[in-house]
């Protein structure tokens, strides 16, 4: 069984920034295609950005320039940096994990965590 835990959401003014992490159990990390979705109230859970086994990344376009994923395999745990957040930015924030290539596709996705409350206020 994949475990997935999220940690690091927060209340942050705009303009701040946050660092997530997500700590996969498991020995087959390194072969999993991770991603980072979000919902915001009253809205459908979107994908944010990914990062494939290779080490290939995929960013929607709403978080490009300001969001970067990367993961370290020694410690079987993805993290999503945050910067610039926006009061639009705010959901709450669930890690996935695939095998396989990387989607976007929230169907695609194998495992995931309980999810994280981040909070941008204006």
């Known amino acids: 069984q994949v475990q997935l835990v999220e940690s690091g959401g927060g209340l942050v003014q705009a303009g701040g920034s946050l660092r997530l992490s997500c700590a996969v159990s498991?020995?087959?990390?390194?072969?999993?295609?991770m991603g980072w979705f979000r919902q915001a109230p009253g809205k459908v859970r979107e994908f944010v950005v990914g990062i494939g086994w290779s080490g290939g990344r995929d960013y929607a376009d709403s978080v490009k320039g300001r969001f970067t994923i990367s993961r370290d395999n020694a410690k079987n745990t993805v993290y999503l940096q945050m910067n610039s957040l926006k009061p639009e930015d705010t959901a709450v924030y669930y890690c996935?994990?695939?095998?396989?290539?990387?989607?976007?596709?929230?169907?695609?996705?194998?495992?995931w965590g309980q999810g994280t409350q981040v909070t941008v206020s204006s």
């Open positions: 498991g020995r087959t990390f390194s072969s999993y295609a």
């Open positions: 996935a994990a695939k095998r396989g290539l990387l989607t976007v596709r929230e169907n695609g996705y194998d495992y």
